[in-house]
């Protein structure tokens, strides 16, 4: 759910947070101050996350998530779609050098925003997804099967959210079909594909949540 509320941590902090996003525009003037939902309060109960969200503005997120998240009563709970070839094979996408996160390497994913949210107030993760899936790789609900559950990798104040895509194509001829995919782009977010099939192939380019899933699957710790 989305709570009405705005982040009171935020406001009390705008000149830091305006002074930060300003620094951040003159080295990357790409970034758009959207809006966007940062976890309030959450819960597990017999493996199923409930929780509410607050809605911020992109410049807020920035100054938490890089100052080392100093309101220690919100997360950054964000759904990816775990892309996982046919045969196997993990897909990911390295962001381009323009985005906020330029050079790490992720599965397709954003920060939830407004756009998110069902007329009803629900967060709609699974919709968020496959938006990203789409505007990322091309790819979209006709070239994938969703896993019937999804995975959450808790870390600091972090929560990914990992809904598993398992695609029709093998994981080479997913890679083709995004390079293809992003060749077309006038301005892409993502600059690369990175395939992943085991441990080697894990990279200090991607994100600790993410090695921690792959090493979860690969291991046997999954559904």
Do not use: C
């Amino acid at each position: 759910m989305r709570e009405a509320e705005p982040w009171a941590f935020a406001e009390a902090n705008r000149p830091a947070i305006d002074a930060h996003f300003a620094s951040l525009l003159a080295e990357k003037p790409g970034l758009w101050n959207g809006r966007v939902l940062l976890l309030a309060r959450h819960e597990v109960t017999d493996g199923v996350m409930r929780g509410a969200y607050k809605e911020t503005d992109f410049a807020s997120f920035m100054w938490w998530r890089d100052t080392g998240f100093p309101d220690p009563t919100m997360r950054n709970a964000f759904a990816m779609g775990a892309l996982r070839g046919a045969d196997g094979g993990f897909v990911l996408g390295r962001m381009a050098g323009w985005t906020a996160n330029a050079g790490r390497i992720y599965f397709a994913a954003g920060t939830p925003d407004p756009e998110d949210v069902t007329a009803t107030g629900v967060v709609d993760l699974d919709g968020s997804v496959m938006r990203e899936l789409g505007e990322e790789t091309g790819l979209g609900a006709a070239d994938v099967t969703g896993a019937p559950g999804w995975h959450a990798v808790f870390i600091g104040a972090r929560i990914a959210l990992m809904r598993p895509l398992t695609a029709r194509l093998h994981a080479e001829g997913l890679a083709e079909r995004i390079r293809a995919h992003l060749a077309q782009e006038e301005r892409p977010e993502l600059d690369d594909v990175v395939i992943a099939r085991g441990p080697g192939d894990l990279s200090e380019a991607m994100p600790s949540f993410i090695r921690a899933y792959l090493m979860a699957v690969w291991n046997g710790l999954t559904d």
